[in-house]
């Protein structure tokens, strides 16, 4: 069975840094395009990161530079490093995994973890 | 604000058929597969639809998605209560190097 644990998530003042990690299980991360979607409370859903297969990463505009997404084979995981955490970053993040066909079709989710940025 | 424009919100009565349109353009939607996902209230999103038109195992057949140009709709058939929920379109960017959700549609059950 397939099942996504995200963790790390919790209250961060602005400028900060914050770790989530993504422990996957009943599949293989690395065969897998891997990504981070988060959700700002009353929001729409906003992609964040994405690590591929082939090791290649790729950030939406508003993260890049400050987010870096990795990857633990031998664990099994992966991470969201996120650093100078603004306000606007709050949102509940969730690890997301690609189908083999269409590595951007998530066919997978984690139930989220929540990211709240503030003094 | 997205790149792909939905209607923010649509209703139908039980068994009625609802239509959701997505909006985008030839870096997203023209040039790549569109994928639809449902979020029910306080719950993670599901895949309902992937490669414009093909429906994961499990999900009803009363889903059903197509893609014409830089434009897709997902279509909901024999609507049902269980049905309300968000629902979002989303793609590859070309132009943007980056994965883009559609702005959602809430769709309500009268």
């Known amino acids: 069975e397939v099942l996504l644990v995200e963790t790390g998530g919790g209250l961060i003042q602005p400028r900060g840094s914050l770790r989530l990690s993504c422990a996957a299980s009943g599949f293989t991360v690395r065969n897998n395009y891997m990504t981070w979607v988060r959700q700002a409370p009353g929001k729409g859903l906003e992609w964040v990161s994405t690590?591929?297969?082939?090791?290649?990463?790729y950030y939406a505009d508003t993260v890049r530079g400050r987010f870096t997404i990795s990857r633990d084979n031998a664990r099994n995981t992966v991470s969201l490093q996120m650093n100078s955490l603004r306000a606007e970053d709050s949102a509940v993040y969730y690890c997301a995994r690609g189908t083999t066909v269409d590595g951007h079709a998530f066919d997978f989710w984690g139930q989220g973890t929540l990211v709240t940025v503030s003094s | 604000q997205s790149v792909l424009t939905q209607p923010s919100s649509a209703s139908g009565t039980p068994g009625q058929r609802v239509t959701i349109s997505c909006s985008g353009s030839?870096?997203?939607?023209?040039?790549?597969?569109v994928n639809w996902y449902r979020q029910l209230p306080g719950r993670a999103p599901e895949l309902l639809i992937s490669s414009n038109n093909q429906r994961p195992s499990g999900v009803p057949d009363r889903f059903s998605g197509s893609k014409s140009d830089t434009s897709a709709s997902l279509a909901i058939s024999g609507l049902q209560s269980e049905d309300e929920a968000d629902y979002f379109c989303a793609t590859w960017d070309d132009s943007l190097s980056g994965y883009v959700f559609g702005t959602g549609t809430k769709v309500t059950v009268l």
């Open positions: 690590k591929r297969d082939d090791g290649s990463t």
């Open positions: 030839r870096s997203n939607i023209g040039s790549n597969a």
